[in-house]
């Protein structure tokens, strides 16, 4: 906890190595008929690593005590820090690209609009309308860099449970490196917690 504290996130921490991979000028790629991840994850391009986060206690907790438990890493801390909006993504893999890709529309779109805002629909609508996976995906890549969909998805207090038995009202990714002076506080996290409840459910979007 001291080194948080004292170094802040320089990208290695944690089991993953994951990469901030920002697509451009989001109003702009949405209205281009070619889109596709080519245009979204240009090869040869050098990226920032994030660090993940939640945006409450509840998702932070879940994270740290259950889903990213180990028998290595057995000692779970919570660490909150403040970063600029331009710096943060919405951390797609647990829920929104799944949603994106294979959710019926009419079973999604109560939860995407609850959980992410308004604004999320329209990427949404046009990734579900599209026959190609790759537009799909491009489009999702849009959506987690938009920063009314990332703002709508920081208030969201509706609870949703995604792959791998994840349970969460927001997940998010961080560039790095996140300074130590941003760091508010390090400790260590409950012993006990009580999942929350989910309202909606990925698997029920996605079967038939």
């Known amino acids: 906890m001291g ?47 994030v660090v993940c986060a939640c945006g409450e206690i509840d998702g932070a ?31 797609g893999r647990d829920f929104l690209y799944t949603a994106f890709q294979f959710a019926r529309p009419e079973a999604a779109r109560e939860a995407l609009l609850a959980a992410f805002g308004p604004r999320v629909l329209r990427y949404a609508d046009k990734a579900w309308s599209a026959d190609d996976q790759g537009k799909r995906i491009a489009l999702c890549d849009l959506a987690i860099h938009d920063p009314a969909v990332i703002e709508a998805h920081h208030s969201n207090r509706t609870v949703i449970a995604g792959r791998y038995g994840t349970v969460f009202r927001n997940a998010f990714t961080v560039v790095c490196p996140v300074a130590p002076e941003r760091i508010r506080s390090v400790r260590s996290a409950p012993e006990r917690f009580a999942v929350p409840q989910a309202v909606f459910s990925l698997r029920d979007m996605i079967g038939r």
Not at 15 to 40: C, M, N, Y
Not at 62 to 85: G, K, Q
């Open 3 to 49: 080194r948080i504290a004292a170094t802040g996130f320089v990208g290695d921490e944690g089991r993953w190595s994951i990469i901030h991979q920002h697509p451009g000028e989001v109003d702009a790629l949405f209205e281009q008929e070619d889109l596709d991840t080519k245009v979204t994850r240009p090869d040869g391009v050098m990226h920032p690593k």
């Open 61 to 91: 907790s879940y994270y740290a005590c259950s889903h990213n438990r180990s028998a290595d890493d057995d000692a779970p801390i919570i660490v909150e820090f403040d970063v600029p909006l331009g710096d943060v993504a919405i951390d």
